[in-house]
């Protein structure tokens, strides 16, 4: 046989293999097929190299190719005008925290500007209380935004003054309903209006009692809360224990600002 | 207003599943306030942490289109994005939810909202990459069409100008096997 003929032979079947494995892992071959190919895996260690071999290069070119659609999403992305906090259309009129998120913001730097200008003449015991304006947001996120007010439900009441900021209505309500049937939910929010009206200590033990609640999703934002808690209240070994907590997840919302408070605490 | 509306939702699959990726730019930016706002609304979470949900809701939109885990709508674009989006936010806070349904946002299981996971390191992974582009084109751009972006032999004939299915399957053999020698070479190297 001539050589180029030799060759080409050699070729095809090289080829044929490629094939065979590339249908293999893309999960194509029928049972029997498969049964064969994972039998020939075990008899032949150099065609289970080839396997190995073939299945990083396949990977290696798909996380080529991720990589290229993200690159091209995220260049998108950077042309893209600022993306637009909106109001959200409620039947009644309910001054919910639309602007908050911003208004906070805005707010927060604003203070922490001018605290910063402070902090050169007061001595720690006023640190606490500035990071904690500077830093702490109320919590809006999964109120009930029922069409209908309820007027004569305890929650919805409680619910509908917290919206509407006003603390000072809204715990006591809060505090009896929980008082009956407590939820880690009304904790939340609980903990949340004492935060606001400045009760730095009945804050912590509701969101102490939120964390203890597993089930309950908002777990970064308590574990959050109760730092902030525990600098309202003045304890800032408390604070700083549980802004380590959150520190040391990676995973968490609040990984960035725990880490910028307790560099500014110590 | 929505340029895709008028795109029948089934022609959004069959683009993508053709090599158009055009059509994903424009569904990028189609959904893009509405998704980050909702986000950002209900998760309490940054702009910039919601861009990054964004980002990876769509990579993961496009590449069950591409495997075929997503081949047709049975709401809209729009609920199937929200829908991988409350998912991957979910798993950004490493529990396990039990969601109220308190929208009508379906729920997709662990499978239709993952990016397939390889089983090589990063590190192995970005060797191929970078041996790729030692490789250059025309076998970069084939081997990703074909591997990545699963487009037909006869789609990549066209696409690239050859002369019919059986010189660019040719091609890709032999592109194949260069990547494999570059490897080769690349990894002794290091040793």
Known sequence: MKRRQLNNIKMNIEEQNIVLIEKYL???????????FEKRLEDDPEFGQSV?????????????????????????????????????????ELKQSRYRYWGAIAAGLALVLISSLFLLNYNSGQTEQDLFTAYYEPYSGDLSRSGEEDLFDKTKKAEYAYALGQYAVAIPLFEEVISQEPTSKLRFYLGNAYLSTGEGSKAAQQFEAVLRDIDYPLQDQAQW?????????????????????????????????????????? | QLRVKLLDEQAVIQKIRSGDNEVLSQIYEDHRQEFIAWIIKNYACTVDQ???????????????????KLSQF????????????????????????????????????????????????????EM???????????????????????????AITERLEYKNADTTKNLKYKCIQRLKKIYEAETTKQH
Do not use: W
Request: some cysteine; hydrophobic content about 35%.
């Open chain 1, 26 to 36: 893309e999960g194509n071959l029928g049972a029997s097929e498969r049964e064969a």
């Open chain 1, 52 to 92: 190995v071999q073939m299945e990083n290069m396949v990977s290696g070119i798909k996380h080529a190719g991720r990589k290229d659609i993200a690159k091209k999403l995220a260049d998108l992305e950077a042309t893209l005008p600022e993306v637009e906090l909106e109001e959200t259309s409620n039947v009644i």
């Open chain 2, 50 to 68: 919601a861009k990054d949900v964004y980002q990876n809701t769509i990579l993961i939109f496009y590449e069950n289109i591409i495997s075929g």
């Open chain 2, 128 to 154: 191929v990459e970078k041996c790729l582009h030692l490789l250059g084109d025309p076998c970069k751009t084939l081997l990703k069409l074909y591997y990545y972006q699963k487009l037909s032999m006869p």
């Open chain 2, 74 to 125: 049975s709401s809209s674009i729009k609920t199937y994005l929200f829908a991988v989006g409350k998912n991957k936010i979910m798993e950004h806070k490493k529990k396990s939810y039990r969601f109220s349904s308190q929208d009508e946002i379906p729920e997709l299981s662990q499978d239709e909202t993952s990016l397939e996971r390889f089983s090589e390191h990063e590190t192995e992974l």
């Open chain 1, 225 to 266: 809360y109760l730092a902030l808690s525990y600098l309202k209240a003045g304890n800032v070994d408390m604070a700083r224990t549980n802004l380590e907590i959150i520190t040391e997840n990676s995973g968490s919302f609040y990984h960035q600002k725990a880490k910028e408070v307790l560099d500014r605490i110590k």
